[in-house]
């Protein structure tokens, strides 16, 4: 008995503006519309995972984006009530003669900021390279 071939059937239907697209890309191809939407189809399932890759990659960039957004927000509102109460003080030395004490104190904590940021540095740099050497 000879061997059967399968050769399974798929049937769709189209919208008229969608069939007369698909009958120009054809004549265009010099191909017959069921060659065009085989290779559609079969070029879908090859890059189908890629695809949702893609769309993941996509959502997780608008996540990334809003919530950068938002720190970047509360940082503005928090460096503007800072900067009220900065000016609020420098306006006060005035009239307290105070002018070295106040720089003195602003350079202190700037420089522990600094320092802080830079131990916050190394904290994320090592727990990184922990990750990365597993």
């Not at 003669?97 to 720089?103: A, C, G, H």
Request: hydrophobic share 35%; glycine share 2%; with cysteine.
């Amino acid at each position: 008995m000879p061997k059967r071939t399968f050769n399974p059937r798929v049937e769709t239907r189209l919208t008229r503006d969608a069939f007369q697209k698909l009958d120009e890309v054809a004549k265009e191809r010099d191909r017959s519309k069921s060659d065009v939407v085989r290779e559609a189809v079969l070029w879908y399932l090859e890059h189908y995972e890629a695809l949702k890759e893609d769309k993941r990659q996509s959502e997780l960039t608008q996540s990334l984006n809003a919530m950068t957004n938002r720190i970047c927000g509360m940082l503005a509102r928090q460096g503007a009530e800072i900067g009220t109460l900065y000016e609020l003080a420098w306006q006060n030395h005035v009239d307290n003669k105070i002018e070295q004490r106040f720089t003195q104190a602003a350079n202190t904590v700037k420089s522990n900021m600094r320092k802080r940021l830079t131990d916050d540095e190394r904290r994320v740099a090592e727990s990184m390279k922990r990750v990365v050497e597993k």
